[in-house]
């Protein structure tokens, strides 16, 4: 069998992926507990899996390998991608509350209203990273994969993010609707 470096290295991912696991469930509780729902932070949670996309792109076309440090860097854009999708759900969610909104226009307009907050985090974040995922500095090239998976992955998921998360949040809301609408229709009808 294999040893050495390659079970120390099969070790180091089984860890990882517990470590994501952990991260990606612990977002979802303390999003559970600041929405006081549970159907909000799972249409939040929606754009994590499209930062996958970027991740495995973008190491591909740069022909760098899938090691700790990008698993590290897709550990990190867990957190950072929810950030977008927060954004775009609270608004939705304030639209529809205070300002009494159809959902379509309550999506429409934190769409066109949270755009730029968006982009203006997603940007900023790929620009912070770029000199790192160039890797041209001394040991650069051992942090690079970390950066180039943090790239990929937000752009990716905050291009694919813009869509999704309003198309999920408003099956979502149709649903509840729906559901609330054949209630009112049950307890009118038991008078």
């Known amino acids: 069998g294999f040893t050495g470096d390659y079970e120390e290295q099969r070790k180091a991912f089984r860890e990882l992926l517990l470590s ?26 929606f754009s994590v899996p499209l930062a996958g996309i ?49 959902l379509r226009e309550a999506i429409e307009e934190a769409g066109r209203r949270r755009l730029r ?3 203006m985090t997603a940007v900023t974040a790929i620009m912070a990273t770029l000199p790192l995922a160039l890797g041209l500095e001394e040991g650069g090239e051992a942090q690079a994969p970390m950066a180039r998976a943090v790239i990929g992955g937000l752009f990716s998921s ?17 649903r509840r609707d729906r559901r609330r609408k054949r209630a009112a229709d049950d307890g009118a009808a038991v008078i």
């Open 20 to 45: 994501i696991i952990l991260s990606l469930l612990l977002v979802y509780m303390i999003m559970a507990m600041l929405y006081e729902s549970l159907r909000d932070p799972l249409i939040v949670m």
């Open 54 to 102: 970027g991740v495995i792109l973008i190491l591909f076309l740069t022909k760098t390998t899938f090691n700790v440090q990008s698993y590290i860097g897709c550990i990190m854009l867990g957190g950072i991608v929810t950030n977008n999708a927060i954004l775009l759900v609270d608004y939705m969610n304030l639209l529809r509350r205070r300002d009494k909104l159809p």
């Open 117 to 119: 907050p968006i982009l």
């Open 158 to 174: 905050t291009l694919i993010s813009l869509v999704i998360v309003p198309i999920m949040y408003s099956l979502f809301e149709e």
